[in-house]
């Protein structure tokens, strides 16, 4: 019973939730690793494996969902943010609904987010890739099965097309997001690459917002590793060595690394924003058609 | 699909009949690890086509230094006992296939 949410078994949900609320209660749920001395992310807590493919199969989500859950997740930071989110996923979910058109929903709206739009239709090769993949999933979520072939075409021109954009940043990053969902949403990695690609797009964004540039972080990581190497101040550790570094080496940079940090803590907002509207998407799905209900 | 030693690597990749694409890999290497599942859809999604074969690095240190291994997951296509190209470090399942596509063809 592939993508039918807790196999239609109110047991099975009833088991996750124990399981999910048992290492919650013991402070054994963690961000990482997945499954390991009685540790256990979202994954590891439900099929006590690190097992993606097992967590699919048992609980009925996607696995293009479940191979993107431990991202999504992990974007929040802090544990008891974690917790309410991936607690929320599992309550919010209703036994036997039908999970099939979650993922291709969530690559349609992340295809046509604004921002991304914003940036493709600066392309037009990257603007009808982007227009054809978001087409291919609506027809999924409309019952139609696209041929294998359609899938390839489309996911050739889209990379080609990423591969023609030079030096115009974030145009190629959205460009990225479109060859990334160039995939049938059954396909494991297509949500989870899709992600990363936006989450390379808010990085970008982020750091063209405050003027941060590649050139600046390099020369903080030289700075960083001049340091590890001639042991100067070494009696300080981790970012507070780093600033207390760059205040001394150039203050101009170091105002800048500041700046940095309080927004790449910001950095996640899409992936928690996603996280939620799947679960938004997840209550709305339609009932499943076990194949008994069918036979009757 | 197969895994390859030291012992049996010129067998099993340099004169295979068809394209190979060999996966150096550690078993302490997360992304390494995460790819797996993708290779093993591309060895069904491929199989007319070519053979995956795994190098497990840390088994077969040999066979790192003979192909010069600096970075991992490394994917190397070999064709009639030939490299043919490579790619280091995590890729998209989009680039994977372009990647494949470019260097071995498809159907």
């Given at each position: 019973m592939a993508d039918v949410a807790f196999l239609g078994d109110p047991a099975v949900k009833a088991q996750a939730l124990a399981r999910l609320r048992s290492h919650i209660a013991a402070g054994t749920f963690v961000f990482f690793p997945a499954w390991a001395d009685g540790k256990a992310n979202i994954i590891g807590a439900l099929?006590?494996?690190?097992d993606k493919q097992a967590f699919a199969e048992r609980y009925g989500y996607p696995i293009a969902f479940a191979t993107a859950l431990e991202m999504i997740v992990n974007a929040f930071k802090v544990l008891p943010d974690a917790e309410e989110f991936v607690g929320a996923l599992l309550e919010r979910?209703?036994?036997?609904?039908?999970?099939?058109r979650i993922v291709p929903q969530v690559l349609v709206s992340l295809l046509a987010s604004p921002d991304v739009v914003a940036l493709t239709g600066r392309y037009g090769e990257v603007e009808r890739c982007r227009r054809e993949v978001l087409a291919l999933h609506q027809r999924v979520i409309g019952g139609e099965v696209p041929d294998r072939k359609e899938w390839k075409a489309i996911r050739m021109a889209a990379v080609a097309a990423s591969d023609a954009i030079v030096d115009d940043a974030l145009p190629h990053l959205a460009s990225l997001i479109v060859e990334a969902a160039?995939?049938?949403?059954?396909?494991?990695?297509v949500l989870h690459d899709t992600l990363g690609a936006c989450g390379r797009l808010e990085i970008q964004q982020m750091m063209d917002t405050i003027g941060w540039t590649q050139a600046q972080e390099s020369r903080v990581f030289k700075i960083r590793e001049q340091a590890e190497a001639?042991?100067?101040?070494?009696?300080l550790e981790g970012l507070d060595r780093v600033l207390a570094l760059l205040d001394h080496d150039d203050p101009e940079l170091a105002r800048g690394f500041r700046k940095r940090l309080e927004h790449f803590g910001k950095l996640g907002d899409h992936y928690r924003t996603v996280g939620w509207k799947i679960i938004e998407l997840i209550e709305q799905a339609p009932k499943a058609v076990l194949p008994r209900e069918n036979a009757d | 699909m197969r895994n390859a030693t030291e012992q049996d690597f010129d067998d099993i990749v340099m004169k295979n009949d068809k394209p190979v694409l060999v996966d150096f890999w550690a078993p302490w290497c997360a992304p390494c690890k995460a790819l797996a599942p993708t290779l093993d859809e591309l060895a069904e999604e491929y199989a007319e086509e070519m053979e995956v074969v795994k190098v497990d690095i840390e088994a077969n240190p040999a066979l790192a230094a003979r192909f010069g291994?600096?970075?991992?997951p490394l994917l190397m296509v070999v064709r009639d006992g030939e490299e043919k190209a490579r790619t280091v470090g995590t890729i998209s399942r989009s680039r994977l296939d372009a990647f494949v596509e470019a260097n071995v063809g498809g159907q």
């Amino acid at each position: 019973m592939a993508d039918v949410a807790f196999l239609g078994d109110p047991a099975v949900k009833a088991q996750a939730l124990a399981r999910l609320r048992s290492h919650i209660a013991a402070g054994t749920f963690v961000f990482f690793p997945a499954w390991a001395d009685g540790k256990a992310n979202i994954i590891g807590a439900l099929v006590e494996a690190d097992d993606k493919q097992a967590f699919a199969e048992r609980y009925g989500y996607p696995i293009a969902f479940a191979t993107a859950l431990e991202m999504i997740v992990n974007a929040f930071k802090v544990l008891p943010d974690a917790e309410e989110f991936v607690g929320a996923l599992l309550e919010r979910t209703p036994v036997g609904v039908d999970l099939s058109r979650i993922v291709p929903q969530v690559l349609v709206s992340l295809l046509a987010s604004p921002d991304v739009v914003a940036l493709t239709g600066r392309y037009g090769e990257v603007e009808r890739c982007r227009r054809e993949v978001l087409a291919l999933h609506q027809r999924v979520i409309g019952g139609e099965v696209p041929d294998r072939k359609e899938w390839k075409a489309i996911r050739m021109a889209a990379v080609a097309a990423s591969d023609a954009i030079v030096d115009d940043a974030l145009p190629h990053l959205a460009s990225l997001i479109v060859e990334a969902a160039a995939w049938p949403a059954t396909m494991r990695s297509v949500l989870h690459d899709t992600l990363g690609a936006c989450g390379r797009l808010e990085i970008q964004q982020m750091m063209d917002t405050i003027g941060w540039t590649q050139a600046q972080e390099s020369r903080v990581f030289k700075i960083r590793e001049q340091a590890e190497a001639d042991g100067r101040m070494a009696e300080l550790e981790g970012l507070d060595r780093v600033l207390a570094l760059l205040d001394h080496d150039d203050p101009e940079l170091a105002r800048g690394f500041r700046k940095r940090l309080e927004h790449f803590g910001k950095l996640g907002d899409h992936y928690r924003t996603v996280g939620w509207k799947i679960i938004e998407l997840i209550e709305q799905a339609p009932k499943a058609v076990l194949p008994r209900e069918n036979a009757d | 699909m197969r895994n390859a030693t030291e012992q049996d690597f010129d067998d099993i990749v340099m004169k295979n009949d068809k394209p190979v694409l060999v996966d150096f890999w550690a078993p302490w290497c997360a992304p390494c690890k995460a790819l797996a599942p993708t290779l093993d859809e591309l060895a069904e999604e491929y199989a007319e086509e070519m053979e995956v074969v795994k190098v497990d690095i840390e088994a077969n240190p040999a066979l790192a230094a003979r192909f010069g291994v600096r970075g991992i997951p490394l994917l190397m296509v070999v064709r009639d006992g030939e490299e043919k190209a490579r790619t280091v470090g995590t890729i998209s399942r989009s680039r994977l296939d372009a990647f494949v596509e470019a260097n071995v063809g498809g159907q």
